[in-house]
């Protein structure tokens, strides 16, 4: 009965299904009064999906590059209409100066960038590692727009250059990795487990 319920079209494409609403959610959020509970509970669905996708897809053995391309698409899209309604609302209703926390938040675009670069030149492939330190990065920036009225305006500047500073270094760590790995692994937990496989 399980086998039967895993083997049905509809069921195989629930981790799909997923990654594609939360692209698409990630754009309604842009038209969604900011820090409402409209914005809240949507902004937290992203969050569910972007949680259960990947967990359902290995359960029921349907991973896919196409998948992994629309959870880099989904995480990327949350990632900058999070941080643009953040910035806006810093900018037009709490009236801070933006410049400095803006750019460190497009610093991780940066390093991003490279290392998706890198994998492309050297693997063909688009898509993020599965590093501890990705996870954690992402789980932070995730929770800027919901922590940004917790800490108020004194701490926002200040939560975001510390987020900031973990996804920067998550992506350098990401970079080293493409660049000293035979092979595409987008499971690596850290550089020391590569490098831990390499001295044996």
């Not at 799909?16 to 698409?24: C, E, G, K």
């Not at 896919?64 to 959870?71: I, N, Q, Y």
């Not at 973990?166 to 490098?195: D, G, H, P, R, Y």
Request: contains cysteine; positive net charge.
């Amino acid at each position: 009965m399980a086998n039967k319920f895993i083997d049905n079209p509809f069921v195989k494409q629930i981790p799909n299904i997923l990654t594609a609403s939360r692209v698409l959610i990630a754009i309604i959020i842009l038209f969604i009064k900011p820090f409402s509970i409209a914005f809240y509970v949507i902004y937290a669905w992203c969050g569910i999906s972007d949680l259960f996708d990947g967990v359902i897809a290995r359960a029921i053995k349907v991973e896919s590059s196409l998948g992994s391309l629309l959870d880099t698409i989904g995480d990327v899209l949350l990632t900058l209409t999070g941080s643009f309604v953040t910035f806006k609302y810093m900018y037009q209703v709490d009236n801070l100066t933006i410049w400095g926390p803006l750019a460190a938040v497009l610093s991780i675009f940066v390093f991003r960038a490279i290392g998706a670069i890198v994998t492309l030149a050297r693997f063909k492939k688009f898509a993020m590692l599965h590093t501890i330190g990705n996870k954690v990065g992402m789980i932070l920036l995730f929770l800027i727009p919901l922590f940004y009225e917790l800490v108020g305006t004194v701490g926002a500047p200040i939560f975001i250059y510390a987020v900031s500073g973990v996804c920067i270094l998550s992506a350098i760590e990401e970079i080293v990795i493409e660049l000293i790995a035979k092979e595409f692994n987008e499971n690596v937990k850290s550089i020391f487990q590569l490098i831990g496989k390499k001295a044996k």
